[in-house]
């Protein structure tokens, strides 16, 4: 199987633009996760979809955050009038609705604010 | 209080020696699962094993083999026969069947780095 993919890798912006990050899951996972990972620290629960319907949003999810999920594959993470706080690793995960429902993750994009 | 607790901010073992990753969590639910990752220098997180609170067994998964205590709420992680590719982070990790949101997401601790010494 692909595994999880996400686009771009790294990304430099300056304070106040916005960005727009991908993930592609892998095929047939109907969940979709999103993380955050700052320097020192575990990752982070943002946000998760079931196929297309997001279903969770963490308190960090602020309103410049925005996620979707159209039909159910891959994923867009919008950051909007970015900040120096939103520097940090961005990371996609994926998992089937079936056994352990383990997810498994890309190896994510890491943001640098200006 | 901190759901998921590794102790353990950095540690050292021989190539070829066992060693063993402390974790210890938190949770008042009776259904969880337990998951182990490995994050080298490169970011990815790459999973190792899991556990859940209803396996009578230990996992094992190669080298990997995970130490269940329910009682003490501990899932520490024992690695056999180190090797340099070992090095990374490691991080412990819990999923909680959330009431009525349905939600599977896991909550992480704040890793542990592990350095194999040739």
């Known amino acids: 199987d692909t595994g999880v993919s996400q686009d771009p890798r790294h990304k430099i912006t300056k304070r106040g633009q916005n960005v727009t990050f991908r993930c592609d899951p892998i095929?047939?996972?109907?969940?979709l996760y999103w993380y955050r990972q700052t320097l020192g620290q575990g990752p982070e629960f943002l946000t998760y979809f079931q196929n297309e319907a997001q279903l969770e949003k963490s308190r960090l999810l602020s309103d410049r955050f925005s996620a979707e999920r159209p039909k159910g594959s891959f994923s867009t993470l919008e950051i909007q009038r970015t900040e120096q706080g939103d520097s940090a690793m961005y990371l996609c995960?994926?998992?089937?609705?079936?056994?352990?429902?383990?997810?498994?993750f890309g190896p994510g994009t890491r943001l640098t604010v200006l | 209080a901190q759901k998921i607790t590794q102790t353990q901010p950095g540690m050292f073992v021989q190539e070829k020696e066992a060693v063993t990753l402390d974790c210890t969590y938190d949770?008042?639910?009776?259904?969880?699962?337990l998951f182990w990752y490995k994050q080298p220098s490169s970011g990815e997180m790459i999973f190792l094993i899991y556990q859940g609170s209803y396996d009578e067994q230990n996992a094992t998964e190669g080298r990997y083999s995970l130490n269940f205590q329910k009682a003490r709420k501990s899932a520490n992680l024992v690695i056999s026969a180190s090797q340099l590719g070992d090095s990374a982070m490691y991080f412990c990790?819990?999923?909680?069947?959330?009431?009525?949101?349905?939600?599977?997401?896991?909550?992480f601790g704040k890793g542990t780095k592990l350095s194999v010494i040739p």
């Open positions: 949770t008042s639910d009776q259904s969880y699962g």
């Open positions: 095929s047939e996972h109907n969940r």
């Open positions: 990790a819990m999923r909680e069947r959330q009431r009525g949101a349905g939600s599977y997401q896991l909550t």
């Open positions: 995960a994926s998992s089937l609705y079936r056994g352990t429902d383990t997810q498994y």
